[in-house]
């Protein structure tokens, strides 16, 4: 079964650094990609950063690129996202998906469900 859970987070200062946690169910050729997507009060969502369970491949939005790093543990069957020098502007509710979309990347393969997990907040204090 498809299933994610977001993990990490919680309340940081500008500056600091945190990871989140992106842990997968089932079998790794059920999904093609995992993405982090983020929504702050009052904004759309956005895509964050993705990487493919097919190649390897990792995308980043522009805001990511240079402070962000996702990467993938076969083994532990997770994916994370280390932000470093986190701003106000960081904050937002961070969900991880069964997707790979974003403002300057699009990454779709058709056969595979679409899953999303709770979420799980971020706030950036200045």
């Known amino acids: 079964q498809v299933q994610v859970e977001e993990s990490g987070g919680g309340l940081v200062q500008a500056g600091d650094s945190v990871m989140l946690s992106c842990a997968y169910s089932?079998?790794?050729?059920?999904?093609?990609?995992i993405g982090w997507y983020r929504q702050a009060p009052g904004k759309e969502r956005e895509g964050v950063s993705c990487?493919?369970?097919?190649?390897?491949?990792?995308y980043y939005a522009d805001f990511a690129k240079g402070r962000f790093t996702i990467s993938r543990d076969n083994a532990e069957k997770k994916v994370s996202l280390q932000m470093n020098v986190m701003r106000p502007d960081d904050t937002a509710h961070y969900y991880c998906?069964?997707?790979?979309?974003?403002?300057?990347?699009?990454?779709?393969?058709?056969?595979?469900?679409?899953?999303w997990g709770q979420g799980t907040p971020v706030t950036v204090s200045s």
């Open positions: 998906a069964t997707k790979c979309t974003g403002e300057n990347y699009y990454r779709v393969e058709s056969g595979y469900a679409e899953v």
């Open positions: 990487i493919s369970f097919i190649d390897g491949t990792t």
């Open positions: 089932g079998r790794s050729s059920d999904y093609y990609a």
